[in-house]
Structure formats: C-alpha cells, structure tokens
C-alpha cells in the first residue's frame, strides 16, 4: 500500500448523502488507510443515473458534464457503490460519445472511477485488514457490480480478511433483489416479490447479517425485511469492514 | 385472446397472487436456467460462439433487402412461391386467399409466435377454416382460449392437473375413469386426438426458425416432430415467418442452431431439425405437382425498427433464455404482458410491433439488472433498447408532464450544488417523518411504502457531516 500518494476524489452517492453519511465516513476511513488523500469534491452531486434511466437523457447529461467536471485533475474517483461508478465508468461514455468538448473527458473519468471494493483490492492491493467480528454474513452483489463492473471476487477478498466472519453464499447470488432505482416504486408488487425471493434466500443460508456495496438494494431488502419484521441486520460493507475495527470513526452525531 | 397491454400493473398484480401460476413459474430455474448452463459449460467456447451469432444476425439485418429478394428467388427456382405481407392483415389474407385457392378446410399448425402475433388463429376461424395446433403446448392453450405465455413453452404457466381438466372438458369421449396424473398419460392423451386431425388435414401452416437465401429453405427446430407432419402429410404447406428470419445460407444457419436450442432448452440438438426447401416430394412420382409450397414473409412493423437504437432487437433468434433469465418475467409470467412476446425481447420489440403508447410498460418495468444481455445467445444489448424507449416517451411526453415537471426541478437542483446541499440538508431532516405526508401527492413514496417502511436514515447529509469535521 505504499508508493506514491494517491489522490481519490470520494463519489459520495445521492443515498449515501441523504440517508447514510456513515458509509460515507467508512468509506473514506478505508480509502485512508489504504494510503489514499481523500477529497470530497463539493461540486457532486448526483451521477445522473435516474435520469437516463428514466430516458430523459439531456438532464443526465447535464449531470455527468458536472461530474466531470467536478472530479477533474483527481487520479481516481471511488464510490460506495457499484451502481453509481457503473454509471460514470460504463455509462458516460455512452452518454456523451457525441459530445465533442466531453467525449474524451468521459472516457477519462471512467478510467479513473471505481467501485470501492475493486479499488481496494485491486488498485490498493489491500490484503491486512487485521480487524475480526463474530457474525455469520451473507453477501448481495448488485447487478451493476456483477454485469457492468466484474466486481464479484473484491467484496469477498476483503471480507476475508476480517478474522471470525463466516461468509454464507446465496444461492441465487446472480438473481436482482427488485430494487432497480424508480423501479422499486413504480411497480412495487413486482419490486417487492423479488425481494421476498431474495429474504428467502439469504433466511437459507442462515446468515445473521447481510452485507453489500450498493445502498439502494440494501435499503430495499431492509425496508422490505422490516415490513415483514423479519429479524435481519443490513450493512453497507464499507460499515462492516470498520465496525470489525478498532476506533470506529463513522461519523455518527 | 392477449390481455390490453396497458393494463400491465393490474395484470401483474393478480398474476403474483396467483398460487398456481406461482408454482408454475417456479419450474423455470430447473426446467430451463439450470439446462442452460449446464449445456454451455459443455460445450466450451460458448462466448465465441455468441460472438459468431451475433456477427452472422448483423449482416443479415444489414442486408435483409438483398437476401430477401434472394431467397424469394431460390424459393421459387424449388417450385415454391413467395407471398409479401406488410401488416398482420396482409399477412391473414395471403394465408386465407392460399387456403381457399387449395381448397382447405383444416388446417394443422406447427408452433408459430409471428401466427400468435398477426392473430391467425381467430381469423382463419371466422373465415370458415378450423385450425388445429399440433405442438403439445399451443394445442393446450388453444383448448383453452389462452394465448402462449412464453415463447417456446405455449403453457408454461400450467400445471399438469389444469392440462389433464383442459382434457376433460374438450374432449369429450374421454373416459371419466382414465387416470391423466402422468405426463405421459397427458401426452398419449393429446397424441390420440391429434394424429386423426394430422391423417384429415387439408393444409399445414409453420413457422420457421430460420430462412436461408442461397438454399430458399426454411429450417424448423422441434422436439415434438408435429412440424414435420404438418410439412409432410397435406397437400399444401405455408410457412408463416417474420422478415428479420433471413440468413445468408445453411451453414450460418447452422451456427445459429448450436447457439438456438442451447440457449432454449440446453439442448445440443432438438429432436427434430426439418429443412424445408420447396414442395414436398410424392414418393410415388416424384412429381412435386400436386403438392405446393408457400411462405409468407411478415414485416408487421419489423422494418420500422431498422436505422433505430431498436435496430439490434431484430437479430433475435427467439430463444427465450432473456424470459427465462429474467426476474419480472420469473415474477409474473407471460400473460401480464398483454402481447405476443413478453420479457425482456418483448420490452424491446413491442413498442415496435404494437406502438409505444400501448407497450410503454413493457420497457418500463425492468430493473436494468442486465441478465438477459448476458445470456442472449446473439447479444442484444436489451436494457440499452428498454432504456431508448424510455428516452422516446420521455421526449413524446407532453412538456407540462407530471414526470417531466418532476425531473426538470429536480434536475434544476441537482445542477446547483448549493442548492442541492440546502435541499437535501431538509430532505434528510424530514426522511422520518414522510410517513406522515398525504400519499396521493407523492406517488413514488407510495410506491415505495407498499409494503416496505421507510428506509433508516440519519437525518444528516453526509457533506454536512463531512464540512463539520474537517
């Protein structure tokens, strides 16, 4: 984890600011001890992504020029998320590809853009975290690490190196959890029988806690779980990987 | 027959309370997921191979005006004859006018989604001609006044005991007291009734998997050799096809057969594979005279689709791993589509095919969770042409639009990170207490809040948080 000093501007995410600021302090807390400067560029705000899903593709654009811009002169960006740097890193260039001032600008950033458990791994080589718990987990791959990024082995070398975790697989670890973004509420029977599929599975593997890297799908499943007062705890990895450590500094208030 | 695809929500809705259909779908994981991998993992260099597919789909579409004309050619160098069809009506008419000038009465039909698609059967039956189905499955479904719920598998969304009431109630001279608990007994049953209506038949309608230019063949893949017997037995035989089914030859052809029914059903080969080029052959003379051949190619919106983002959705070899791979579908089913292709290939054709006014959930609801581009034997980027429709109803939506209005404030915001830190520094402050807002006026917590509670939040924003500690 040595060598040259790493500047990463940390993508917050828009659920990460809004609900959860404590995976975003666990976030830079990882970065940070993985030798990484981390800055929080102000000018973020939201990747854009419900806008192109959506189809109103001027308003995302709009968002990723900004973003863009806003990350500009960093060597990496890093978000809490699969889904969010999916966007910037597989998406943008898309999105702008007919955009002569940001076309090569895009391609730029999705160079730089990570999930956070691929940069950890694979840009830090982080490999000690010497942190243990004593929790039986299992472990959601959102569909935006899995199919846009390739991020499945990350998230488990990482959860590897906390001592007494004890990782349970899903059985059906490719299938969605029926989150989907404005999906979730705009067809929430179909949304939350997927979830049920999911609950099911991770109930199976009897896993006291589910852990994961993208907020949305946690959210999701929690709200879900709780509705069903099932008794589940749900953790953003980033929280799991720093609650496993000494000195927690999450940020909470 | 098909449900109004509008009523997508409803439709959906009463299908995820549906026991039955519920056990129904859960067969998908064995039945065809599992079959599939298995099949690919045999056989190796599988990305390859999509690789190939795609490749042959994409000159094919690209020179879909040349190998048309050429196979119209070859068709008829064979003694067959080529019939154009620009809509489903064209297309009924060509079947009904090659019917009559045969004289026909019955009609046995080989499996065919683009005759589901142009509404054959009830046309053919109001113009006096009785069509039968001969595939198990759209024999089933068309008993019981259903259309096929997925596209290689007519009824999938039953189970043997509705098959074996189906039975019952259609036929009639079925003994009360035969036992029709095993599939087997079901498929003997099925196989009694239709072997007389394949002996009587006047003419054979199928479809065809595959047309190549250079042989003017049609080549059909079953696993029930009700395709050949609708081919062979009546004097006259029409395939009914989509203009997008054209290849170069039967070698490419070929490739895209290992690639079909590995995809379908993780088979290596069907049990059947029938290529089809001009008119039977009388064993007795070898004089192809008595017989005729007819095929009757359908654009029925297909050519609207090329030069657009849709364009790629042509290249489908209808396999149906996108519906089997798919969550929704796997949720729902086939019939809450409304439409002759549901799934994933549906949300991408069907705003083609039937108008983006009557398909607009269609594209709508996925989650973008990518894994029918994943398995797609000829890699069509599904959610890319889901996500094109949505940008063509965004752009379609009246400005004044409530989701319009809704993206374009939020959008105003977002593009101000000023405003949005103050924004949001109130959002996240109200986040426990949205329980408590009239719901009507926010549809989306609505929709989340059916049946989930609101998610835990900490009622700070993380740049709040993260100013204060620097």
């Avoid at chain 2, 299908?15 to 519920?22: D, E, G, S, T, Y």
Wanted: proline letters at 4%; aromatic letters at 6%.
């Amino acid at each position: 984890m040595s060598g040259k000093e790493r500047h990463v501007g940390l993508f917050v995410t828009c659920l990460v600011d809004l609900l959860r600021p404590e995976i975003g302090f666990a976030t830079a807390r990882l970065l940070e001890m993985a030798g990484c400067t981390v800055v929080v560029p102000s000018a973020q705000t939201c990747c854009g992504q419900p806008a192109w899903n959506a189809g109103a593709d001027d308003h995302a654009r709009a968002l990723a020029r900004q973003t863009i811009d806003a990350f500009a002169g960093l060597d990496y960006v890093v978000a809490p998320s699969g889904s969010c740097a999916g966007t910037i890193k597989r998406h943008y260039p898309t999105m702008l590809a007919d955009d002569a001032a940001y076309a090569a600008k895009a391609r730029d950033l999705a160079d730089r853009t990570y999930e956070l458990s691929a940069f950890l791994v694979r840009i830090c080589g982080m490999n000690d975290l010497a942190a243990r718990t004593n929790t039986k987990i299992t472990y959601h791959d959102s569909c935006s690490s899995l199919r846009d990024l390739g991020v499945r082995n990350e998230p488990r070398a990482l959860l590897a190196q906390i001592a007494g975790t004890e990782l349970c697989e899903l059985s059906d670890g490719e299938v969605c959890c029926g989150f989907g973004g404005m999906f979730s509420a705009k067809y929430p029977e179909i949304s939350t029988h997927m979830a049920d599929n999911k609950l099911a599975d991770v109930e199976s593997t009897g896993a006291e806690m589910l852990v994961g890297n993208d907020l949305g799908c946690l959210m999701h499943l929690e709200a879900r779980a709780k509705h069903q007062k099932r008794n589940l705890r749900v953790r953003h990895i980033a929280e799991f990987l720093c609650e496993a450590m000494p000195e927690p500094d999450t940020g909470k208030v | 027959m098909s449900a109004d695809p509008r009523q997508f929500k409803q439709a959906a809705s009463q299908a995820l309370k549906n026991p039955r259909l519920q056990t129904a779908l859960g067969r998908i994981k064995s039945h065809f997921v599992h079959k599939r991998a298995e099949a690919v993992e045999r056989f190796g260099a599988f990305e390859a191979l999509r690789h190939e597919g795609h490749a042959i789909r994409d000159r094919a579409i690209a020179n879909l005006d040349m190998l048309l004309v050429q196979f119209e050619d070859s068709v008829r160098a064979r003694g067959g004859q080529v019939h154009w069809a620009r809509d489903a009506d064209e297309a009924r008419q060509a079947v009904a006018d090659i019917l009559r000038q045969a004289g026909a009465r019955t009609v046995i039909k080989g499996k065919s989604m683009v005759t589901e698609e142009i509404g054959l059967n009830d046309f053919l039956e109001r113009e006096g001609f009785t069509p039968v189905e001969t595939d198990l499955g759209e024999y089933i479904v068309q008993l019981r006044h259903e259309a096929p719920s997925h596209i290689i598998a007519p009824a999938f969304h039953l189970n043997k005991e509705d098959i074996a009431q189906t039975f019952r109630e259609a036929h009639t001279g079925l003994a009360p007291e035969r036992a029709l608990v095993e599939r087997s007994a079901l498929v003997a049953e099925a196989r009694q009734i239709l072997r007389r209506q394949f002996e009587s038949a006047d003419a054979g309608i199928t479809g065809a998997n595959f047309l190549t230019a250079a042989e003017g063949a049609a080549v059909l893949v079953t696993n029930e050799g009700n395709g050949d017997l609708s081919r062979l037995l009546p004097r006259t035989h029409i395939v009914v096809t989509g203009i997008e089914k054209v290849v170069a030859n039967l070698s490419e052809a070929s490739v895209l057969l290992r690639l079909l029914t590995r995809s379908a059903t993780g088979q290596e080969i069907t049990s059947y594979v029938t290529i089809m080029a001009g008119p039977v052959a009388d064993d007795a003379a070898a004089n192809t005279a008595t017989r005729d051949f007819h095929v009757v190619l359908i654009d029925n919106g297909r050519s609207d689709l090329l030069g657009t983002e849709a364009q790629d959705a042509l290249r489908c070899i209808r396999c149906a791993a996108c519906l089997n791979h798919c969550p929704v579908y796997g949720a729902i089913g086939g019939h809450a589509y409304g439409a002759t292709y549901p799934g994933p290939i549906g949300a991408a054709l069907n705003p083609g095919l039937i108008g983006l006014a009557d398909a607009c959930h269609h594209p709508n609801a996925s989650t973008f969770c990518g894994r029918c581009a994943e398995v797609c034997p000829v890699e069509i980027p599904l959610p890319q042409i889901m996500r094109s429709w949505r940008a063509r109803e965004y752009e379609a939506e009246p400005r004044a639009g409530a989701r319009k209005i809704g993206f374009t404030l939020w959008a105003f915001v977002a593009r101000r990170p000023a405003l949005y830190r103050f924004a949001t520094r109130i959002a996240a402050r109200m986040i426990p207490y949205l329980g408590h807002m009239p719901l009507t006026a926010a549809p989306l917590l609505a929709g989340w809040l059916n049946g989930r509670t609101l998610p835990r939040a900490n009622g700070h924003t993380f740049h709040d948080l993260w100013r204060q500690r620097q």
